[in-house]
């Protein structure tokens, strides 16, 4: 593309995300006058379409219904369903035989895969963005070693970052849960045949059953605060707390109503983890303990007071917090699966974050429509992908509503580029936002 010839938006990032906005601005082009057309061009700096592939475990399985795909609840008779995935898969029959909703991880991957071979969209791959500029009339997206490209607006979905204790380098022993994959293919050498595990929540306990799947002969300690894995809560009415409507609820509460909201359902994503695989791993664990050879520990109550690698391993120490009693191990590896953070403004913006209004806890101020608040110096729209939880609920960083949110994004996107749209307020925004 002519990057002095600006777009009508660009997308910084090509994850679920943006890959759903893609489609929809495709979906929306069909059936528009040539005039109400939008043109877009995204930026991603992976060099193809990857979603967390590090943790695409044997196995495991998505924790959303195969209905909340990048299409289903905006337009249900998309050629992007999930469903017609599976029939050109020619899977649909054997899907269904399987009776649930739930596809595994690999499956769902491939469906994004196969997503985003197909939507017409234009994708500069390999293309990491350093900074954005506001030249008066558009903005200009710098990219490392490539042309800039410059759009009228901006949706921002940078995606999150592996979030590891302040005190914890990464290395080839001691590494975030996001790259499992690649990272146990270079662990120097097994020399102890043992691992820990540090974290409570989903990921944590799927880390611990593969390396206990995948090492027969190795020990796997895993170590968390709690005294033991807290039940995801996945029961229907909790799960309203996903549903678009619960975003309007969500964004026009006080900010003290919107901690209380957020504690009151943090059990349905955060430290929390499916019953079956609670129940699988304590029946591994009290098998171990009936045949006497012990290889999985789940170590509840407790915490990692010190970690040191050598040429050879890793020293752990493992204190148990009510008796302070003190267990030192020599591992082969230490694996943190202690969370994510979203991709701060100024990694996506630059400079230009500057112009980002903030408030009082210095989080960046949201409208309904997740457009970012910015100086009046900044004449186009921002939209965030992500660092939204707090001001839209739970559903910032998750797929659940992928489909409904890029609809209205597009819509308005349609209208600023008709000339339409008028000033509103917060309270007045139409949600346009997608998860990561």
């Not at 249900?76 to 596809?103: A, D, K, M």
């Not at 186009?380 to 707090?390: C, D, M, P, S, V």
Request: net charge negative; with cysteine.
């Amino acid at each position: 593309m002519n990057s002095s010839d600006p777009v009508d938006v660009v997308g910084v990032g090509f994850g679920p995300s943006n890959l759903a906005l893609a489609i929809a601005i495709e979906e929306h082009n069909r059936t528009s006058d040539p005039s109400e057309r939008i043109t877009s061009h995204f930026v991603e700096k992976q060099h193809r379409f990857g979603w967390h592939r590090g943790m695409l475990l044997p196995g495991t399985t998505m924790q959303i219904s195969f209905l909340k795909d990048l299409v289903t609840q905006r337009n249900s008779c998309s050629e992007f369903s999930f469903l017609n995935y599976l029939s050109e898969r020619g899977r649909l029959v054997h899907f269904i035989n399987q009776q649930s909703f739930f596809p595994t991880r690999l499956e769902f991957h491939d469906y994004l895969e196969w997503a985003a071979g197909r939507v017409n969209a234009s994708v500069q791959y390999g293309a990491t963005a350093t900074g954005v500029l506001w030249d008066g009339e558009a903005f200009e997206v710098q990219i490392d070693g490539m042309p800039s490209v410059r759009g009228r607006s901006l949706v921002l979905a940078g995606g999150l970052s592996a979030k590891l204790p302040a005190d914890i380098r990464p290395s080839a022993r001691v590494f975030h849960n996001h790259r499992l994959l690649d990272h146990i293919q270079e662990i120097p050498s097994l020399r102890h045949q043992r691992f820990v595990v540090v974290g409570s929540g989903q990921s944590a306990a799927e880390v611990a059953a593969h390396l206990h799947d995948l090492y027969r002969d190795a020990e796997i300690h895993a170590v968390f605060g709690k005294y033991g894995y807290t039940p995801a809560d996945d029961s229907p009415y909790a799960n309203r707390i996903f549903d678009p409507e619960a975003v309007m609820d969500f964004h026009q509460s006080s900010t003290e109503l919107r901690q209380q909201l957020l504690d009151y359902h943090r059990g349905t994503n955060y430290s929390a983890v499916d019953p079956p695989l609670i129940e699988e791993l304590y029946r591994r664990e009290y098998t171990e303990r009936v045949s006497g050879r012990r290889r999985l520990f789940v170590r509840g109550a407790s915490e990692i007071s010190k970690v040191v690698e050598s040429d050879t391993g890793v020293a752990v120490r493992v204190e148990h917090r009510p008796s302070q009693d003190v267990l030192d191990l020599d591992c082969d590896a230490i694996v943190f699966a202690t969370g994510f953070r979203p991709t701060g403004l100024t990694d996506l913006l630059g400079a230009l974050a500057g112009e980002c209004e903030l408030d009082e806890l210095g989080r960046p101020l949201v409208a309904r429509d997740y457009q970012l608040m910015t100086s009046d110096r900044i004449g186009g729209a921002i939209y965030l992908q992500g660092n939204t939880e707090h001001s839209h609920g739970l559903t910032s960083t998750l797929l659940s509503n992928l489909a409904v949110r890029s609809g209205e994004l597009v819509t308005s996107l349609a209208d600023a580029r008709s000339g339409s749209g008028r000033a509103t307020t917060e309270g007045e925004q139409i949600l346009v936002h997608q998860s990561l």
